[in-house]
T-cell receptor, first 114, second 113 residues
């Protein structure tokens, strides 16, 4: 299966620690998205990349959050000084060139901040 | 501001019945309306999608009905099966916004035997 993969699948951390998540999109997908999903809610857009360029960031993405996509392949999402309110599922999605509406989601990384 | 409102929050349907989930939107600039299916511990998977130039789209047992004037769209699952038990999300996106999706709050569907 060559779908979107995310690592780790689960992360438990203590408040104040830094965490980093990785997303590997489907090969040759040029757009990559990060969403956050809290319990009982739909995913909320955080940021997106077209190739290596980060083109848009949501107001939800505070300055403790940073995302990168070096070389336009995999992406990382880092959260510094985690807070309990950061506990959520972090989803990554990618879309193919020429069909930007069809977003393929990964399984997500569930973050629990104690 | 919740731009896409989804109902009901949960739904129980008997096997073979019709499941109907409704969504309403506010932003008239939305031009793409997908439905996603999510199983526990998995990411959302695209089920079916529609654009406002058509009023209905059918793929197998899944149908989207779209009412542009009412700014509403709905998902119908015909002959519902226990394997359809999942959470369903409607979503919408606007052109020129990188196709970022605005999701509804989800409907938890349970199909009983």
């Amino acid at each position: 299966d060559t779908g979107v993969s995310q690592d780790p699948r689960h992360k438990i951390t203590k408040r104040g620690q830094n965490v980093t998540f990785r997303c590997d999109p489907i090969s040759e997908h040029n757009r990559l998205y990060w969403y956050r999903q809290t319990l009982g809610q739909g995913p909320e857009f955080l940021t997106y990349f077209q190739n290596e360029a980060q083109l848009e960031k949501s107001r939800l993405l505070s300055d403790r959050f940073s995302a990168e996509r070096p070389k336009g392949s995999f992406s990382t999402l880092e959260i510094q000084r985690t807070e309990q309110g950061d506990s959520a599922m972090y989803l990554c999605a990618s879309t193919p060139w020429g069909n930007p509406d069809t977003q393929y989601f990964g399984p997500g990384t569930r973050l629990t901040v104690l | 501001q919740q731009q896409v409102k989804q109902s009901p929050q949960s739904l129980i349907v008997q096997k073979g019945g019709i499941s109907i989930i409704n969504c309403a939107y506010e932003n008239t600039a939305f031009d793409y309306f997908p439905w996603y299916q999510q199983f526990p511990g998995k990411g959302p998977a695209l089920l079916i999608a529609i654009r406002p130039d058509v009023s209905e789209k059918k793929e197998g047992r899944f149908t989207i009905s779209f009412n542009k004037s009412a700014k509403q769209f709905s998902l119908h699952i015909m002959d519902s099966q226990p394997g359809d038990s999942a959470t369903y999300f409607c979503a919408a996106s606007t052109p020129g916004t990188a196709s970022k999706l605005t999701f509804g709050t989800g409907t938890r569907l349970q199909v009983t035997l």
